[in-house]
């Protein structure tokens, strides 16, 4: 039997939710990512042109630390990662998260919620950051879940 594993990162709580609803659908576990700095919100107001998330995402080379331990996956089959879009991309704590695991032999795959971009630029990081990755998506209802879910075979 296929198991399966959601890891996300959510600030608002947007994340989270599209996670939580995923997993109900697929039975899968979850992992939230939490940061060894919590961000603040002057460390995310995009105004600010040296705020910490400004500084992070257009520095190809940043990798925020997370905090805790990140979830053993060797039980898993597939391993589906959630983030938010920060400046076109995934948050940099993503590639943080994925680089630290081995995902040999996995299948992966990686959605995002957002108020108004498209996944096109975040489907370019993850093909650089995973093998051959499900194509990504912008996930919002429940339709859109499910629609991702069928279209890629993570669903019966």
């Not at 898993?76 to 680089?99: A, S």
């Not at 957002?114 to 990504?136: R, W």
């Not at 859109?144 to 279209?151: R, V």
Request: include cysteine; charge should be neutral; charged fraction near 20%.
């Amino acid at each position: 039997m296929s198991k399966s594993l959601i890891i996300y990162f959510s600030i608002t709580g947007n994340t989270k939710r599209v996670a939580q609803q995923m997993a109900r659908k697929i039975g899968a576990d979850l992992y939230q990512i939490d940061v060894e700095n919590p961000y603040t919100s002057k460390d995310l107001d995009w105004i600010i042109p040296n705020c910490r998330a400004n500084v992070e995402q257009k520095d190809s080379a940043s990798r925020p630390a997370y905090h805790g331990k990140l979830p053993d996956i060797s039980q898993y089959d597939t391993v589906i990662f959630g983030h938010p879009i920060w400046w076109g991309i995934p948050p940099r704590i993503i590639y943080t998260v994925i680089e630290a695991l081995d995902l040999t032999d996995k299948k992966v795959a990686s959605f995002a919620t957002s108020g108004g971009s498209t996944y096109s630029d975040a489907q370019i990081e993850m093909d650089h950051l995973l093998k051959n990755p499900v194509k990504g998506r912008i996930l919002s209802s429940e339709t859109s879940i499910n629609s991702w879910l069928a279209d890629n075979g993570l669903i019966s």
